[in-house]
């Protein structure tokens, strides 16, 4: 009998990130299929993302746009793509038009890109663009995102004006060596309570999209519903290919 083959390193760390989300989701006494988990991809050959694909898992991110573009038509229709961080306004037809089955952008950060997506959308006749409004929650000059104190404000333009969009929720982005967590988490979340009130939102209807690699499961502890985590699962990125 032929021995079976062996699996591959990405599909192993697949395998564990998805039993630690699971757990992480029980503890924070949620149901763990409530949790989204985006592989974040870039910088990546679509060959190891089909290895993942075949493994079974469907949602896939990138922030790349000229990369994102050549990547998605080469690897299955079903995949839920994510475009994660900011988005030259100029770049957003490129995008939305090379990446038909994108599903999620996280995400906004002003309402002149929340407008050329609007625009984009409706005239490329495709189903509602969910996003998530990108907050800046560790105060750092150089990280895209609005200021807290006025994310209410961009929320309202996204759900009010924007009807090609769906919000879908906030998002960030923490410091690369996670001194932020938790302070951007507990404060990501009481945007969450301002927009809501503001909207008259239900709260679990605005989801929070934080976490990654370093710090995902202590996210989902504290609210995250989706969580990016990239290098835990294809290993360090090389950013001379993106």
């Given at each position: ?191 969450r309570a301002e927009v809501c009130k503001a909207l008259g939102m239900e709260e679990d209807k605005c989801e929070l999209s934080m976490g990654m690699s370093g710090d ?27």
């Amino acid at each position: 009998m032929a021995a079976p083959a062996v699996e591959g390193v990405a599909v192993t760390a697949l395998r564990s990130v998805l039993l630690r989300v699971r757990q992480a989701a029980e503890r924070a006494g949620t149901q763990p299929e409530r949790v989204r988990f985006v592989a974040v991809s870039k910088t990546k050959p679509e060959s190891l993302i089909r290895q993942v694909y075949d493994a079974g898992h469907r949602r896939f991110g990138e922030n790349y746009v000229q990369e994102f573009v050549q990547k998605a038509p080469q690897l299955p229709e079903d995949i839920e793509w994510h475009f994660i961080g900011h988005l030259q306004s100029n770049k957003v037809k490129t995008l939305l038009g090379g990446v038909p089955n994108l599903a999620f952008f996280e995400g906004v950060d002003n309402e002149k890109i929340a407008n050329h997506l609007d625009r984009a959308v409706s005239s490329l006749g495709r189903n509602p663009l969910k996003v998530f409004v990108q907050v800046n929650t560790s105060g750092e000059a150089s990280k895209a995102g609005i200021d807290p104190s006025v994310c209410v404000r961009l929320a309202e333009h996204v759900k009010l004006r924007c009807p090609h969009l769906e919000f879908s929720g906030l998002m960030t982005i923490g410091m690369p060596d996670y001194t932020s967590t938790p302070e951007n988490f507990r404060t990501l979340s009481n945007c969450r309570a301002e927009v809501c009130k503001a909207l008259g939102m239900e709260e679990d209807k605005c989801e929070l999209s934080m976490g990654m690699s370093g710090d995902f499961e202590q996210a989902i502890e504290m609210g995250s519903t989706n969580v990016r985590i990239g290098s835990t699962i294809f290993g360090p990125r090389d950013y001379s290919k993106k």
